[in-house]
């Protein structure tokens, strides 16, 4: 199973970008659980940014609240970020992160996994 990221790029502060995280690579059956975004900037320490456990409202850092918005499409196997008001202080590498079920014929396994990190770049 891996995450692949998509969405990143180079926007103007007080504009939007959505971040996808699709999981794939796996024949069975598989469940996105609890999920999370983080980021990193240069020279920072990674930061939660976003979480939301399964059937839990999601909890996000005070630096993004009201601007960003977490979710995912169980039919899809994908979670998403929408970031809204961009400013040049959210420029980061953004990383998705999800406990993953994974239901085979041998039984369920869970396991944490990681996206590639996607560079989202914002400029005033």
């Known amino acids: 199973v891996q995450l692949v990221e998509s969405g990143g790029g180079l926007v103007q502060a007080g504009g939007s970008l959505t971040l996808s995280c699709a999981a794939s690579g796996s024949t069975y059956v598989l469940t996105l659980d609890d999920i999370a975004w983080y980021r990193q900037a240069p020279g920072k320490q990674r930061e939660l940014v976003a979480g939301?456990?399964?059937?839990?409202?999601?909890n996000y850092a005070d630096s993004v609240k009201g601007r960003f918005t977490i979710s995912k499409d169980n039919a899809k196997d994908t979670m998403y970020l929408q970031m809204n008001s961009l400013k040049p202080e959210d420029t980061a590498v953004y990383y998705c992160?999800?406990?993953?079920?994974?239901?085979?014929?041998?039984?369920?396994?869970?396991?944490?996994?990681w996206g590639q990190g996607t560079q989202v770049t914002v400029f005033s």
């Open positions: 939301m456990s399964r059937g839990a409202v999601p």
């Open positions: 992160n999800a406990a993953i079920t994974l239901r085979a014929p041998w039984g369920s396994e869970l396991d944490t996994y």
